[in-house]
C-alpha cells in the first residue's frame, strides 16, 4: 500500500500549494523531503501494488518497486527537492510553478514504478504536460517555441509507442512489462504478431522489428538520441535553471530507465539486428553532443549538449547488451554502468544546473561563458565545489561519474569494440569543453564588473554539500547503489540469453 | 434513493422554477441545482447499488398507459441506464453550475435546460418503444428556445437548422418504429417483444436504416452531421454542454437499443456500410477541426468525429465494440461539456469572442490561468490520453474494431494523431499565445467564479476518475450487455 | 311513425334548435326594451347553457334501435361523434366575436347552433339523403357565419365558401343521384349490400367519386381546398374555428360511415405496387396531395390564419391516410387526431384572434414577444402549434402517432409493403411542417415587441384558450380518455 502514497503525496503537495495563499508556496519543499522518508522506509523490502482496470484484456493498473527503480526514485525525490530550493533561491515563488513541480515528481515516481503499460504510459504522459507548462510559462523569451518543439516531438514518438504496444495487445493481449517479458523470453510474441496481422503478409521477425523500431522511437525522443534531440537544447535553454535540472536530471532518464525496464526484455529476439543501428546512433549521439557542446557560449547550453553526450553513453551501452548477448560479464558490467550513470549523471547534472543558478543570482540573468572571468579569487568556495561538479562528470577517478562511463566502457569495447573506440573521442571532448568552461569563468583576469560578487550563501553551501556528498560517496563506494539494483540487473542478465 | 427520482427531479424541477415569482432569479438557480443534484444523486446510488448488489433484480416500472394499442409505461434501470443517468445528471449539475450568472429570463432558462434533463433521464430509462419515443421529442423543443433565445452568434439559423435536422430524423424514427409494431402484431410497443419478433428480410433491409439513420442523425453521423456544429456554437453554454455531452448521446443509445436489437438482420447487411460513415466522421471531423477559426467550432467538429466512435463501436457490434461506444458517450459526455464550459461560458463570457486569433490579445494562461489548466486537462482528456475516460472507451472500441476489421483501425489511429494536432492547435492558440513583448499587456480578466471552479473540478474529477478505474463502469455496461435484448446481433468472439 | 321516440332519438339537435330560437327571441326582446344591443356576455351563456343541455341529452340513454325513423341512427359511432362535435363547438362559441363584431350577436350565436345541429344530425344518419339536407343545414348557416360582419374581406370570404360549396353541394347531389339509380336506396347498408353484389359497377363508381369530391370541398383537401386560405383569413375567428373543428370533425365521421357501411366491396386498393381503383386510391391520392400542398404552401406563409388554413389542409392529409387504410384501428386514429386537430387549431384561432384584438392584424411577426406581453397566451400558443407540429407529450403527437401505427398496421401484412409509402411522406412532412409552426413560436417567444398594452381578454375567450390547451396535454398524457370510447365507436362500425 506504500506505493499509491508516493504518488498520493506529492499530488497531494501539489493541491495544497495551488489552493494554499502564495506566500505559503516554500511549503513545496516538504514534499519531496516526505517522499525522501517513505522511499526510506521501503529501501529493503520494496513493495508491490495493483488495482484491475480492464480485468478481460489483462490491463491492471499495476506498480511494483524493485531495486532498480528504487534508484530512480531516490533520485527523482533528490533532483525535485534541489529544484525546489533551487527555485526559491532564485526566486521563483509562484504557486502554480510549485504545484506543477509536485505534480511531475507525482508523475515521475509512476514511470519508475508502472510494471503495466498503461499505468506507466499514462504517467509517462502524464510528466508532459507539467513539463511543458513550466518551461511555457516560466521560461525565457523564445520558451513559447522551445515548449511546443518539445511537447510535439515527445508526443510523437509516444504515439508512435502507443501504436506499438497496441499492436501488442491485439496480437498477444497483454501489455504487462513482465508478461510481455515472459512471452518474448519462450519467443512467442513473434508468432502471434504474425497471426494477429497476417493480412499484412510479414513475417513475425519482421513485425516484430517494426514494433520494437516504433517502441524505441519513443524512448529515443526523450533520452534524448541523434536525431531525435532537435527539441533537447533550445528547451534546456529555455526553460529555467530548476526546471532544467529536471529536465536533465529526471526526464532524460526515464528513457533511460525504459530501455532498461522494457526494449530489452520484451524484445530480445530482435536485438541482434537492431544493434548496428543502436550502437552507431549512439556513437553519433556522443559524438554530435561533445561537439555542439565545444561550439556553445552560453553554459546552459553547452551543459545541455554535455548531457546528450553523458546519455548517449547510455546509450551506447545498451546498444552494445543488443549487439551480443554471450558475454554475461560484459553484459553485467555494461548495463550497472547505465544504471549508475544514469542515477550519477542526474545529481551531477543537477549539481552544475544549480552553479548555474548560483552565477546567475548573482549576475543578474548574465550568464554568458564571456561574461565572466577570474571568480576564483572573489568566490573561492564556489570555485571548488563547482570544481568538483566539473571533474565528476568528466569522469575524474574518485568521483561518481568516472564508475558508471569506467563500466560501461567496460562491457562496450567487448561487445561493440569499434562504437566503443569511436565514443572515447567523446570522452577526451568532454574534458575540452568543461575545462574551458572553468577556464572562462574562473581564471583570468576579475572583471571589474564582477568585483563585488559574493561567494556562496549559507543555503547555497548546504545544496552544494548534498550534491557533493552524493558525488563524492558513489565514487568512493559504488556498491552503496549497485547493491540494491544487482537484483534486478541479475534478472534482466538472466532474460537476455541468446536467441538462435 | 432509486432512478424513480430521476425524471420526476428533473420535471418537477422544471414545475417548480416556472412557478416561483419573477424577481426571484437566485431561488430559480438554486432550484435547479438542487433538481440536478437530486437526480445526479439518484443516479449515483444507484449505480452503487446495482454494483455492491449485481444479482438484485434490476429496477423496474411497469404500468399500462395506453392499453388499446399497447403502450406502458415501463422503465427500467440496467446498467447501461444507470451509467447514462449518471451521465445526464453529473451534466446537469455541470450545466446549472455553468449557468449560474444567466440573467436573461432565468426562470424560463432553467426550465428548459431540466425539461432536457428529464427528457434524457426518461430516454435512457424506457423500455418501451412509444414511451422512449415520446421522451426522445420532448427534448427538441426546449432546444429550439434554449438556443434561439439565449443563443449567441447565428443562433436563430443554428436552431432551426438542428431542430429541423431533430424532428426529420424523428420522423424515420416514427416510421421505423410504427413499422416494427405494425410487423410485430400490432399489439405492443415493449422493447423485448419488438426485439423477438420475426422481421422478413425485405423488410429489415429497409427498416433498418430508416430507424438507425433516425438515431444516428443526432448522434452525428457523418453526412448528417453539420447541424451539430452549427447548434452547439449557436447554443448557450449549458445548452451546447446538454447538446453534446447529452442529446448526442440519446440518438446512439437508441441506436444500440431499438434499431440493432429490432432489426439484427438488417443491422447485419448494413454494418459495413455504418463502420465507413463513422470512420469517415471520425477523419471528416477531426480534419475539419483542425481548419476551423472559432474555438467552439473545434469543440463541435471534435464531437463529430468522437461520436464516430460510438457509431464505430456500434458497428462492430462486438462485446468490446459495444462496452467502448458505451464508455465513449459517457466520457464524451463528460469531456465534451468540460470544453464546452470552459469556452462557452468562462472564456466567451470574459473576452467576447472566441476567434482563435483574437483571443491571442488576452493571454488567457496569464489571466485566467485556472480555465487555462482546466482547458488543458481537458484537451489531454478529449485527445484520449490514458488516465482520462476517453482513452478507456477508445482503446476498447479499436479492440473491437481489430478484432473485426483490423486493416481499419489503420484509419482509426489517423484520426486519433489528427485529434492530438488539432486539440494542441486549439489549446496552444487560445490559452497559450505567442506573444512578442512588444504586444500590449493583455487587458485583466474578472477571476473565476466559484460555480464555474465547481463545475470544472466536477467533470475533470468523474473523467479522470472513470479514466483510472473504470472497472465498477465496465462491470455495469458490462451486465447490461448480457440483457437478451442484444443477444440477437451480439457477435462473440 | 313515433315522433315521440324520434323526438328523444333528436333530442339534442332539438334542444340546440330551440336554445338558438330562444337566444333570437331574446336579442330582439332586449333590443326593443333597452334599445341597446345584446351582449355577447349574455348570448354566449345561453348557448353555453344550451350546448351543455343538448351534451346531457345525449348522455341519456338511446332509444332502442329500430324503434324510430330509420333516417336516424343511434348507434355509439353517431353518439361519440355527437358528443365530439359538441365540445368543439362549445369552444368555439366561447370565442366571443371581435370588437367590430359584436352587432346582432344573438342572432350570431344562433346560427352557430343552428350550424352545430346540422352538423349533429349529419353525424347520426345512415340515409344519404338525410346526411346531404343535414350538410346543407350545417354549411347555409357557415356561410353566413363566415360573411357575417359587414366587411368587404368577410363578404369576399363569405362569397367564395359559398360558390365552392354550392358546386360541392351539386357533385354530392349529383353522385347521390347516380347511387340511388345504382341501388334504388339512399340507405348506406342497402347500397353496400347492392355493391357486393356487383362491385365493378360504374354507376356506383362515378358516383362515389362525385360524393368524394363534395366531401373533399368540406374536408378541404387538395385540390379542393381553395375556399379554405380565404374563409380562414376574411371570416370571424369564432365561424372559423367551427368550421376548422367540429365540421371538419364531422366530416371525417360522415367519410367513415358512409365507406364503411356502404362502399366495403369498392374499397380497391392503394397499396404499393398493388394498386387497384376503388376508394382507397382516390383518397390516398388525396392525401397525398393534401399533405405535399398543405405543407409546402404554409411554408410561405406571412398571415398567421392563411398559415393555419394551409395547416388544415396538411392535417387532412393525415387524416384520410387514416381513412385509406379502412381498419377501424386506423379510423378511429383518425377520430382521434380530428379532435386533437380541431382543439388545436381553434386554440391557435383562439390566440390569433386576440393578437388581433391587440395589434390588428395576424401578420406572423405580429406575435413578436407574446410571451412578455402574454405569457398565458404564449404558453398556450406553444402548446397548440406543438401539439399541431406532433411534439410530445402533446395529443397532437400521440394523434399522428396512431395514425401513422395503426395505418401501417392495418396495410402492412406479410411482408407486404403497404401503404409505407404514404406513412412515410406523411412522417416527412409532418416532420417539415414543424419549421413554419416553429416561425411563429420564435416570434412569440424569441423576439421582443414594442408596447405592451394588452386589454384583459374576455373570460370566456381565456376559458377558451386554456380549456383547449389543457384538454390537449391531458389528452396527450392520457389519450384513453376519449381514444377508448373512439375506439369502441369505430369498432361497433367495421369488425
Known amino acids: ?13 501539489a493541491v495544497l500549494i495551488a489552493v494554499l495563499p502564495a506566500r505559503h508556496s516554500r511549503l513545496s519543499v516538504l514534499f519531496p523531503l516526505l517522499s525522501l522518508l517513505l522511499v526510506s522506509t521501503v529501501m529493503r523490502r520494496g513493495g508491490e501494488w495493483s488495482l484491475p482496470w480492464l480485468p478481460d484484456a489483462g490491463i491492471a493498473l499495476r506498480f511494483e518497486l524493485d531495486g532498480l527503480s528504487m534508484l530512480f526514485v531516490l533520485l527523482v525525490a533528490l533532483v525535485t527537492l534541489v529544484a525546489l530550493v533551487t527555485s526559491l533561491l532564485i526566486g521563483k515563488t509562484d504557486r502554480g510553478y510549485h504545484a506543477l513541480i509536485l505534480v511531475l515528481q507525482s508523475a515521475l515516481f509512476g514511470v519508475f514504478t508502472a510494471r503495466h503499460f498503461i499505468p506507466w504510459f499514462l504517467c509517462w504522459e502524464l510528466t508532459l504536460i507539467p513539463a511543458y507548462l513550466l518551461i511555457r510559462l516560466w521560461g525565457g523569451g523564445g520558451a513559447p517555441k522551445a515548449a511546443l518543439r518539445f511537447f510535439m516531438m515527445t508526443l510523437g514518438g509516444s504515439a508512435f509507442m502507443l501504436v506499438g504496444f497496441l499492436a501488442l495487445q491485439l496480437s498477444v493481449g497483454t501489455m504487462d512489462f513482465d508478461a510481455l517479458g515472459k512471452l518474448a523470453a519462450n519467443s512467442e510474441i513473434a508468432p502471434a504478431l504474425a497471426k494477429a496481422f497476417a493480412f499484412t503478409g510479414l513475417s513475425g521477425h519482421a513485425l516484430l522489428l517494426i514494433v520494437a523500431l516504433a517502441v524505441f522511437l519513443g524512448l529515443a525522443v526523450k533520452i534524448p538520441v541523434v536525431p531525435f534531440h532537435a527539441w533537447l537544447p533550445a528547451a534546456y535553454a529555455e526553460a529555467p535553471t530548476p526546471v532544467t535540472m529536471l529536465l536533465t536530471g529526471l526526464l532524460s532518464k526515464m528513457g533511460v530507465y525504459a530501455m532498461l525496464r522494457i526494449f530489452l526484455p520484451v524484445f530480445p529476439e530482435v536485438l541482434p539486428p537492431l544493434a548496428p543501428l543502436l550502437s552507431w546512433l549512439a556513437v553519433a549521439t556522443v559524438l554530435l553532443g561533445a561537439l555542439a557542446a565545444l561550439a556553445q557560449t552560453d553554459p546552459k547550453r553547452m551543459l545541455a549538449y ?96 568516472f564508475v558508471g562511463e569506467f563500466l560501461m566502457f567496460n562491457g562496450a569495447f567487448a561487445l561493440t569494440s569499434a562504437a566503443a573506440a569511436v565514443s572515447v573521442i567523446g570522452l577526451l571532448l568532454t574534458a575540452v569543453f568543461l575545462l574551458r568552461m572553468m577556464r572562462k569563468v574562473f581564471w583570468g583576469p576579475l572583471k571589474p564588473s564582477l568585483a563585488k560578487l559574493p561567494d556562496l550563501g549559507k543555503e547555497e553551501r548546504w545544496v552544494f554539500g548534498l550534491l557533493l556528498l552524493l558525488i563524492v560517496l558513489p565514487g568512493l563506494w559504488p556498491q552503496v547503489l549497485l547493491g540494491p539494483a544487482n537484483p534486478a540487473i541479475i534478472d534482466l542478465l538472466d532474460h537476455l540469453r541468446p536467441f538462435p | 434513493m432509486t432512478p424513480a427520482w430521476t425524471i420526476p427531479s428533473a420535471f418537477a424541477g422544471a414545475l417548480l422554477v416556472l412557478l416561483l415569482p419573477a424577481r426571484m432569479a437566485m431561488a430559480s438557480r438554486v432550484v435547479a441545482l438542487v433538481a440536478a443534484i437530486v437526480g445526479a444523486l439518484a443516479a449515483g446510488v444507484s449505480c452503487l447499488a446495482r454494483l455492491r448488489d449485481p444479482d438484485a433484480g434490476i429496477w423496474s416500472f411497469n404500468v399500462p398507459w395506453v392499453p388499446e394499442p399497447g403502450i406502458r409505461f415501463h422503465l427500467a434501470a440496467d446498467g447501461l441506464a444507470l451509467t447514462l443517468l449518471f451521465l445526464t445528471g453529473i451534466t446537469a449539475i455541470a450545466g446549472v453550475l455553468f449557468s449560474w450568472n444567466v440573467e436573461k429570463r432565468p426562470r424560463a432558462f432553467f426550465a428548459w435546460f431540466l425539461t432536457i434533463i428529464g427528457g434524457a433521464y426518461g430516454v435512457f430509462l424506457s423500455r418501451d418503444a412509444f414511451l422512449l419515443f415520446v421522451f426522445y421529442e420532448i427534448v427538441i423543443l426546449p432546444k429550439y428556445l434554449l438556443i434561439a433565445i439565449w443563443g449567441s452568434t447565428n443562433k436563430e439559423y443554428g436552431a432551426m437548422k438542428l ?62 452531421h453539420t447541424w451539430a456544429p452549427t447548434g452547439h456554437v449557436a447554443a448557450p453554454t449549458a445548452a451546447s454542454m446538454l447538446l453534446a455531452g447529452v442529446v448526442m448521446k440519446l440518438g446512439a443509445y437508441g441506436a444500440l437499443v431499438v434499431a440493432m436489437p429490432l432489426f439484427e438482420q438488417g443491422f447485419e447487411q448494413w454494418k459495413p456500410v455504418i463502420a465507413g460513415l463513422a470512420v469517415t466522421g471520425i477523419l471528416y471531423g477531426a480534419l475539419t477541426a483542425l481548419t476551423q477559426k472559432d474555438l467552439k467550432f473545434v469543440i463541435g467538429y471534435s464531437s463529430v468525429s468522437h461520436m464516430g466512435f460510438i457509431l464505430l463501436g456500434l458497428a462492430v457490434a462486438n462485446h468490446w465494440g459495444l462496452r467502448g461506444a458505451v464508455m465513449q458517450m459517457i466520457s464524451h459526455g463528460i469531456i465534451a461539456g468540460l470544453l464546452f464550459g470552459i469556452a462557452g461560458r468562462v472564456v466567451y463570457e470574459r473576452t467576447h469572442t472566441r476567434d482563435l486569433m483574437a483571443l491571442k490579445d488576452f493571454d488567457l494562461w496569464k489571466t485566467l490561468p485556472g480555465a487555462a489548466l482546466g482547458f488543458t486537462l481537458a484537451t489531454a482528456a478529449s485527445m484520449g490520453l490514458p488516465g482520462f475516460s476517453g482513452f478507456v472507451a477508445e482503446i476498447s472500441v479499436i479492440i473491437g474494431l481489430w478484432q473485426k476489421w483490423p486493416w481499419l483501425t489503420a484509419l482509426v489511429a489517423l484520426g486519433i494523431i489528427v485529434t492530438g494536432a488539432f486539440s494542441l492547435r486549439a489549446l496552444h492558440r487560445a490559452f497559450f499565445p505567442e506573444r512578442s513583448p512588444s504586444d500590449a499587456p493583455p487587458a485583466k480578466l474578472p477571476p473565476l467564479t466559484w460555480p464555474e471552479i465547481s463545475a470544472i473540478v466536477l467533470l475533470l474529477a468523474v473523467s479522470i476518475a472513470i479514466g483510472l478505474y473504470p472497472k465498477p463502469w465496465i462491470a455495469l455496461i458490462d451486465e447490461a450487455l448480457r440483457s437478451p435484448l442484444f443477444q440477437s446481433f451480439l457477435t462473440q468472439p | 311513425m313515433n315522433y315521440q321516440i324520434l323526438l328523444l332519438q333528436l333530442l339534442p339537435e332539438a334542444v340546440l334548435v330551440f336554445t338558438a330560437l330562444v337566444l333570437l327571441g331574446v336579442s330582439v326582446g332586449v333590443e326593443s326594451k333597452r334599445s341597446r344591443p345584446v351582449t355577447p356576455r349574455l348570448t354566449i351563456g345561453i348557448a353555453t347553457a344550451g350546448i351543455v343541455l343538448a351534451f346531457v341529452a345525449l348522455l341519456r340513454e338511446p332509444a332502442q334501435a329500430g324503434s324510430g325513423t330509420p333516417l336516424v341512427a343511434m348507434d355509439l359511432l353517431a353518439r361519440v361523434g355527437k358528443g365530439l362535435a359538441l365540445a368543439l363547438g362549445l369552444l368555439a362559441v366561447w370565442l366571443p366575436p371581435a370588437r367590430g363584431e359584436s352587432r346582432n350577436v344573438g342572432e350570431f350565436h344562433a346560427l352557430m347552433l343552428f350550424a352545430l345541429a346540422g352538423l349533429l344530425l349529419a353525424a347520426g344518419t345512415n340515409h344519404l339523403l338525410f346526411l346531404f339536407v343535414s350538410l346543407e343545414l350545417a354549411s347555409l348557416s357557415l356561410y353566413l357565419l363566415v360573411g357575417f360582419p359587414r366587411t368587404a374581406k368577410a363578404a369576399e370570404a363569405s362569397m367564395k365558401y359559398f360558390l365552392f360549396g354550392a358546386v360541392s353541394a351539386a357533385f354530392m347531389w349529383f353522385g347521390l343521384s347516380l347511387l340511388y339509380g345504382f341501388s334504388q336506396s339512399a340507405m348506406l347498408p342497402v347500397i353496400g349490400a347492392k355493391l357486393g353484389a356487383d362491385p365493378g359497377s360504374l354507376l356506383a363508381m362515378a358516383g362515389l367519386l362525385m360524393f368524394l369530391a363534395g366531401i373533399g370541398f368540406k374536408l378541404a383537401a387538395a ?213 413554419y409552426y416553429l416561425t411563429v413560436i420564435k416570434q412569440a417567444f424569441v423576439f421582443q415587441s414594442g408596447q405592451s398594452d394588452s386589454g384583459r381578454l374576455p373570460a370566456s375567450h381565456a376559458l377558451c384558450i386554456g380549456v383547449a390547451a389543457l384538454a390537449l396535454v391531458l389528452l396527450g398524457l392520457c389519450p384513453t380518455m376519449i381514444s377508448a370510447s373512439i375506439a369502441r365507436a369505430v369498432g361497433s362500425l367495421m369488425p
Not at chain 2, 424514427?173 to 399489439?187: D, E, V
Not at chain 3, 365561424?239 to 365521421?253: D, M, Q, T
Not at chain 3, 362502399?263 to 386510391?281: I, P, R
Open chain 2, 163 to 224: 431542430t429541423m435536422y431533430s424532428i426529420g430524423a424523428s420522423a424515420l424514427i416514427l416510421l421505423g418504429i410504427a413499422t416494427a409494431y405494425a410487423a410485430a402484431g400490432g399489439t405492443s410497443f415493449d422493447l423485448m417483444h419488438l426485439a423477438s419478433a420475426n422481421y422478413s428480410d425485405g423488410l429489415q433491409a429497409w427498416a433498418f436504416p430508416v430507424l438507425f439513420l433516425g438515431f444516428a442523425v443526432l448522434a452525428g453521423v457523418w453526412p448528417l
Open chain 3, 223 to 435: 385540390p379542393f381546398h381553395y375556399w379554405a386560405p380565404d374563409v380562414y383569413q376574411g371570416g370571424p375567428a369564432t365561424s372559423v374555428a367551427l368550421v376548422s373543428a367540429a365540421s371538419k370533425l364531422v366530416g371525417i365521421v360522415v367519410l367513415v360511415r358512409v365507406l364503411s357501411l356502404g362502399f366495403q366491396a369498392a374499397a380497391g386498393s392503394a397499396d404499393w405496387g398493388n394498386m387497384t381503383a376503388g376508394w382507397s386510391l382516390w383518397l390516398a391520392v388525396l392525401a397525398a396531395v393534401s399533405m405535399i400542398f398543405g405543407n409546402l404552401l404554409a411554408l410561405a406563409q406571412t398571415s398567421m390564419r392563411r398559415l393555419l388554413a394551409y395547416s388544415a389542409v396538411a392535417n387532412t392529409g393525415y387524416l384520410l391516410t387514416a381513412v385509406v387504410a379502412n381498419g377501424s384501428k386506423s379510423s378511429g386514429a383518425a377520430l382521434f387526431h380530428v379532435v386533437v386537430y380541431g382543439l388545436a387549431t381553434l386554440g391557435a384561432l383562439a390566440v390569433t384572434a386576440a393578437v388581433e384584438r391587440e395589434r390588428g392584424d395576424d401578420r406572423i411577426t405580429s406575435f413578436a414577444g407574446l410571451i412578455h406581453r402574454s405569457p398565458f397566451q404564449a404558453v398556450c400558443l406553444l402548446v397548440f402549434l406543438a401539439s399541431l407540429a406532433g411534439i410530445p407529450p402533446l395529443a397532437g403527437f400521440f394523434g399522428k402517432f396512431a395514425i401513422f401505427s395503426s395505418v401501417l398496421a392495418e396495410s402492412t401484412r406479410e411482408g407486404n409493403p403497404g401503404l409505407v409509402w404514404l406513412v412515410g411522406l406523411g412522417a416527412v412532412l409532418s416532420a417539415a411542417s414543424l419549421y
Open chain 1, 1 to 13: 500500500m506504500m506505493l499509491p502514497l508516493f504518488m498520493f503525496i506529492p499530488l497531494l503537495g
Open chain 1, 306 to 401: 554535455s548531457s546528450v553526450n553523458h546519455l548517449g553513453y547510455c546509450a551506447l551501452a545498451v546498444a552494445a547488451v543488443a549487439a551480443s548477448q554471450a558475454d554475461r560479464t560484459a553484459m553485467s558490467s555494461a548495463i550497472s554502468g547505465t544504471v549508475l550513470q544514469a542515477f550519477n549523471h542526474g545529481i551531477i547534472a543537477s549539481a552544475l544546473f544549480f552553479g548555474i543558478a548560483v552565477l546567475e543570482i548573482r549576475s543578474r540573468g548574465q550568464r554568458g561563458l564571456n561574461d565572466f572571468g577570474g571568480l576564483r579569487a572573489q568566490t573561492p568556495v564556489f570555485c571548488g565545489v563547482f570544481g568538483i561538479a566539473v571533474f565528476a562528470s568528466l569522469g575524474l577517478p574518485g568521483l561518481s561519474g
